[in-house]
């Protein structure tokens, strides 16, 4: 069983939140553990649709607070957007939807230490593999983490 980063605003469009929904669902489906940054939004959508199908779900939480109500993990950080690092490396891979700087920078550093990233509706940059639908991303994550070197 591996380990799936999803990362993306927690200010977020209710269509991001269906894909990140959707996204947490096919990840749990799968028997992969789902990692995030433990907040709302994206995080918590994807948090919530791993639950709803018995998926294992950590928080990386920037602060000292108890993040979303679906986190089976809670890891209290007090790092800032620093978490950002304990994300990418926790993680065999990583999907981003939507999102703004802070997800930028969580693909800038995934990139950087080699985690493959697969993207629905994100950044449009080198090394992010664009995926049309959350199950085209999860497919690629899930084989992504069970083929590491």
Same mark, same amino acid.
């Given at each position: 069983?591996?380990?799936?980063?999803?990362?993306?605003?927690?200010?977020?469009?209710?269509?991001?939140?269906?894909?990140?929904?959707?996204?947490?669902?096919?990840?749990?489906?799968?028997?992969?553990?789902?990692?995030?940054?433990?907040?709302?939004?994206?995080?918590?959508?994807?948090?919530?649709?791993?639950?709803?199908?018995?998926?294992?779900? *950590?928080?990386? *939480?920037?602060?000292?607070?108890?993040?979303?109500?679906?986190?089976?993990?809670?890891?209290?950080?007090?790092?800032?957007?620093?978490?950002?690092?304990?994300?990418?490396?926790?993680?065999?891979?990583?999907?981003?939807?939507?999102?703004?700087?802070?997800?930028?920078?969580?693909?800038?550093?995934?990139?950087? *230490?080699?985690?493959?990233?697969?993207?629905?509706?994100?950044?449009?940059?080198?090394?992010?593999?664009?995926?049309?639908?959350?199950?085209?991303?999860?497919?690629?994550?899930?084989?992504?983490?069970?083929?590491?070197?």
């Amino acid at each position: 069983m591996g380990q799936i980063a999803v990362i993306g605003a927690a200010d977020t469009t209710p269509e991001e939140y269906q894909v990140a929904f959707t996204v947490g669902s096919l990840i749990a489906k799968n028997h992969e553990t789902l990692v995030c940054g433990g907040l709302r939004g994206v995080m918590e959508a994807a948090c919530k649709g791993a639950k709803e199908h018995e998926g294992v779900t *950590i928080g990386i *939480i920037p602060d000292t607070g108890n993040g979303n109500e679906y986190l089976d993990v809670v890891i209290r950080t007090g790092l800032g957007h620093a978490r950002n690092v304990i994300i990418a490396k926790s993680a065999d891979a990583v999907i981003a939807i939507g999102g703004s700087y802070g997800t930028l920078s969580e693909i800038a550093i995934a990139l950087k *230490i080699k985690r493959p990233v697969f993207g629905v509706k994100t950044w449009n940059i080198e090394g992010v593999m664009k995926c049309a639908t959350p199950e085209e991303a999860v497919l690629r994550a899930v084989d992504a983490s069970r083929h590491l070197p």
